[in-house]
């Protein structure tokens, strides 16, 4: 739906880029779990989520009228992916240790990603307004987390459980701000005491 709404207002207001550059990440860095794994389920779907994300990506920066922080950001990320690649497969030699240590780096990932949208929960708050959130997001990253939570529980993955746990939480905490602050009840005025 975010993708639907830059392409037809032909902009990207409201819409939030982290969680877009996170979440591409994030695939990347599984992607790379799955393939040492050998695990076809993470390799097909972060093959297919990586390439949807950089769609976004590249969506998003073609919108914006303010290119230079996205560029830098996903630069920036870029490079930590880079070093982490280097990292992984030019420093460990064991590949258990390769595993784990890549198991945990996409871990740390992960929580970035569930966590970014969170990012401005005080102008959230203050504003008393959810229209920098996306609803669609907030469903699809609760069905996503929850689902690799089960998918981990069933593997005994702790690198696959345990970070998706917070990405039901941070949903929650999600859903409570739609509910508590409708879309619809944006006020575009402030009111007057008497």
């Given at each position: ?69 996205v560029l830098l950001h996903s630069l920036l ?118």
């Amino acid at each position: 739906s975010d993708l639907r709404q830059m392409l037809t207002t032909k902009s990207v207001e409201n819409i939030q880029f982290l969680p877009f550059l996170t979440t591409d990440v994030n695939n990347l860095s599984w992607l790379g779990y799955g393939c040492l794994k050998q695990d076809w389920t993470l390799i097909t779907v972060n093959t297919i989520g990586a390439a949807l994300q950089t769609l976004y990506i590249l969506a998003y920066l073609y919108y914006s009228p303010a290119k230079r922080p996205v560029l830098l950001h996903s630069l920036l990320l870029l490079a930590v992916l880079v070093a982490g690649y280097g990292y992984f497969t030019l420093l460990i030699a064991d590949a258990q240790t390769r595993l784990a240590r890549l198991g945990l780096f996409c871990s740390v990932f992960t929580i970035s990603m569930y966590l970014s949208p969170l990012a401005d929960l005080a102008k959230i708050v203050q504003s008393k307004s959810t229209r920098c959130l996306s609803f669609p997001l907030t469903i699809t990253t609760f069905l996503a987390s929850t689902s690799w939570t089960l998918y981990g529980l069933q593997l005994h993955d702790p690198y696959i459980t345990v970070p998706n746990v917070p990405g039901i939480v941070t949903s929650i905490v999600r859903f409570w701000l739609f509910w508590r602050y409708p879309p619809g009840q944006d006020k575009t005025y402030r009111p007057l005491h008497a």
